[in-house]
């Protein structure tokens, strides 16, 4: 079993950044593939970012590429969500999550996770 907190979400203008933490619980938390998806008002839960256990492997969604950066700390079992250069558009509800597997090809963009957080909400302001 994997426990998932997310903090860092908030209020932010337009253009300004924001890092948002995932921390993982669990004796075997390290080994697990993370991923980052989000949630708009009215909007289904979408892909936003993925890492592989090693951290070695990383995937995006066209949405948030150049903008967003997944890195993760397995001595501190936390993974992270560095985004920059933000939009209104990406107000959401933010959602961390592990994966007990590898992915590949298309599932790597999926929502096929083992463990989902509660999550944190993002606003962007004009």
């Known amino acids: 079993q994997v426990q998932l907190v997310e903090s860092g979400g908030g209020l932010v203008q337009a253009g300004g950044s924001l890092r948002l933490s995932c921390a993982a619980s669990?004796?075997?938390?390290?080994?697990?593939?993370m991923g980052w998806f989000r949630q708009a008002p009215g909007k289904e839960r979408e892909f936003v970012a993925r890492?592989?256990?090693?951290?070695?492997?990383?995937w995006y969604a066209d949405s948030v590429k150049g903008r967003v950066t997944i890195s993760r700390d397995n001595t501190k079992n936390t993974v992270y969500l560095q985004m920059n250069s933000l939009k209104p558009e990406d107000t959401a509800v933010y959602y961390c999550?592990?994966?007990?597997?590898?992915?590949?090809?298309?599932?790597?963009?999926?929502?096929?996770?083992?463990?989902w957080g509660k999550g944190t909400l993002v606003t962007v302001s004009l």
């Open positions: 999550a592990a994966d007990r597997h590898a992915c590949s090809g298309n599932g790597c963009y999926g929502n096929g996770m083992d463990y």
């Open positions: 669990g004796r075997t938390a390290s080994t697990y593939a």
């Open positions: 890492i592989s256990w090693l951290g070695g492997s990383t």
